[in-house]
């Protein structure tokens, strides 16, 4: 038998992979709960196994393309939205005086923002039906509201986001989080919104969706000092770079 015609034959008698995703790197099958890349070219995210995933968790690693996404959860029990933004619902506009959410121009309750290391500025996105809705958001804007805050001087290009909820009658909450994290809460929204409130069913999957991250996440220490100082005094807390 010739070495084409053995080659040949081989694909038919080779195992089919297992079903469920794979790495997109090295093609080793995933479980279902895994790791991301962010690819920083293509602006994608990339499912990865744990070799992969450690591949690219030091800066500049395949020259800078793929960047590993983190796995922490970060709040601040000090932080505060200028203005206390308070929301009048998911799919609604944003009531009483939230004027610290007013200026950021989201017209829903949620959101998050990242810096886009390519494009050298932050990004703002709120979830929809129709998927990730990208806002303008003016940079003097960004730090007058949030980019003078502990959890934003924390915050790693391209890889992690800060989550926003502003709820009726409540403090706008922030928590540090992976990016891949807020592309699922996208996808719940898709998957299960109807009508113009979202129906029981999005609204029971988003208050569970913001019960797993409270979950995870970890308190900075309060800390009486401000700008470099406070986020030097929080490296312990919030676990380092990934």
């Known amino acids: 038998m010739t070495t084409g015609a053995a080659a040949i034959l081989a694909q038919f008698t080779r195992r089919p992979?297992?079903?469920g995703e794979r790495c997109e790197l090295c093609g080793e099958p995933l479980p279902e709960e895994h790791r991301h890349l962010v690819d920083t070219t293509r602006r994608s995210l990339k499912c990865s196994c744990p070799p992969c995933h450690l591949l690219f968790t030091r800066p500049g690693a395949g020259q800078g393309r793929f960047r590993a996404?983190?796995?922490?959860?970060?709040?601040?029990?000090?932080?505060?939205?200028?203005?206390?933004?308070?929301?009048?619902?998911?799919?609604?506009?944003?009531?009483?005086?939230?004027?610290?959410?007013?200026?950021?121009?989201?017209?829903?309750?949620?959101?998050?923002?990242?810096?886009?290391?390519?494009?050298?500025?932050?990004?703002?996105?709120?979830?929809?039906?129709?998927?990730?809705?990208?806002?303008?958001?003016?940079?003097a804007t960004w730090d007058a509201v949030i980019g003078r805050t502990r959890l934003a001087g924390l915050l790693q290009d391209d890889v992690e986001a800060l989550l926003l909820r502003a709820e009726r009658d409540r403090p706008a909450s922030c928590t540090l989080v992976p990016i891949d994290i807020c592309y699922e809460l996208v996808g719940r929204m898709r998957l299960h919104w109807k009508g113009f409130d979202g129906g029981a069913e999005a609204r029971a999957d988003i208050e569970e969706f913001f019960g797993r991250v409270e979950s995870r996440a970890r308190p900075l220490k309060t800390d009486s000092g401000a700008g470099a100082g406070a986020r030097a005094g929080s490296r312990v807390e919030d676990g380092g770079a990934p």
């Open 69 to 139: 996404v983190p796995d922490r959860y970060l709040t601040d029990p000090g932080f505060t939205l200028d203005g206390s933004g308070s929301g009048s619902g998911i799919g609604s506009g944003i009531g009483g005086d939230g004027d610290g959410w007013n200026r950021l121009q989201i017209p829903v309750g949620l959101a998050f923002f990242f810096r886009n290391s390519a494009l050298d500025r932050f990004a703002a996105f709120y979830p929809s039906p129709a998927g990730a809705t990208e806002s303008e958001l003016d940079p």
């Open 17 to 19: 992979p297992p079903p």
